[in-house]
């Protein structure tokens, strides 16, 4: 009986041991880098490419790179961001070569915004939006807007104020679970507009709907958006910009806790107007998304 107690404790010890070196590689490590295979590619910016990736890049870029202080995307400390992740500071997206990223490819450009992989092969995980899912035109007109000579993304030679300290989970969860997604090996088209249902789906997939508006940012599945555990369920929490927790609202069809019991036109006001059936008001963070939608 000792001697089974004995290799019992020994086992337990190793395990104990193993876990803590690897604790330590990773901690020391942070999150990893990884091999560039960024695309040849030559995006031709015309005026509708530019219109069409300026609604993108206020939709999806500019809550985390709109500074302020210069009106410009070139970062800012996101005092919103989940706690658990440390620290988060968004990168200057301006056109200066230096500071921005003026200097980078269209094929760059395209490689990190699909896998989250800089030209110098550092990952960016969670919350920083992949766009996997969408289709080369919409991911060309995004880079058409960042070319263009908009105020927005106008060289501006200013750092980002400070750098991200991710917390361990998020340098552990990058080993398991925050890791690269694939760059398409296929074109991915557009959705037919007048199929509303496959547009609805394409806008809530790469509007990244579903990463605040299912219940735990760790848990998402981006490769499979539909496969993330509470898709769209809700109950995830977020901060405002005083660092209270804002519990994110369920959009399934659900009646009871739902929008299940939401009108079209319940639907249009609340994400046109920002007010939702009751007038009840949408708060931060989504209230910004609302406030642009439109500019």
Not at 81 to 93: C, K, Q
Not at 207 to 228: A, I, Q, R, V, W
Request: glycine share 8%; net charge positive; with cysteine.
């Amino acid at each position: 009986m000792k001697r089974i107690l004995k290799f019992v404790g020994w086992t337990i010890a190793a395990v104990l041991a193993v876990a803590g070196a690897l604790a330590v590689y990773i901690q020391v490590r942070g999150v990893p880098q990884y091999a560039v295979a960024a695309p040849t590619l030559q995006v031709q910016v015309t005026p509708e490419r530019v219109e069409r990736g300026r609604r993108w890049v206020t939709m999806l870029c500019a809550d985390c790179h709109s500074n302020p202080a210069t009106g410009q995307l070139t970062g800012r400390v996101m005092t919103d961001a989940p706690a658990e992740f440390g620290p988060i500071v968004s990168l200057n997206i301006t056109k200066h070569p230096v500071k921005g990223i003026g200097a980078w490819t269209d094929g760059e450009l395209a490689y990190f915004l699909r896998t989250g992989i800089r030209r110098d092969g550092q990952y960016i995980p969670p919350p920083m939006v992949k766009l996997a899912h969408m289709s080369d035109e919409d991911l060309s007109s995004v880079i058409a807007f960042l070319r263009s000579d908009n105020p927005l993304v106008a060289p501006l030679d200013v750092d980002p104020p400070g750098r991200s300290q991710p917390s361990f989970l998020v340098k552990f969860l990058s080993y398991v679970a925050f890791k690269p997604l694939p760059f398409p090996e296929r074109p991915i088209p557009t959705p037919p507009l007048a199929d509303r249902v496959a547009y609805g789906r394409y806008l809530v997939q790469n509007m990244d709907c579903y990463g605040c508006h299912s219940p735990d940012f760790t848990t998402m599945n981006l490769l499979e958006p539909e496969k993330t555990p509470g898709y769209m369920s809700g109950g995830n929490t977020l901060l405002d910009l005083k660092g209270r927790p804002v519990t994110t609202a369920n959009l399934t069809a659900d009646e009871e806790t739902g929008i299940g019991k939401w009108s079209e036109s319940d639907f249009v006001r609340a994400l046109t107007k920002g007010f939702a059936p009751g007038n009840r008001t949408i708060r931060y963070p989504m209230g910004i998304k609302i406030g642009r939608a439109h500019v």
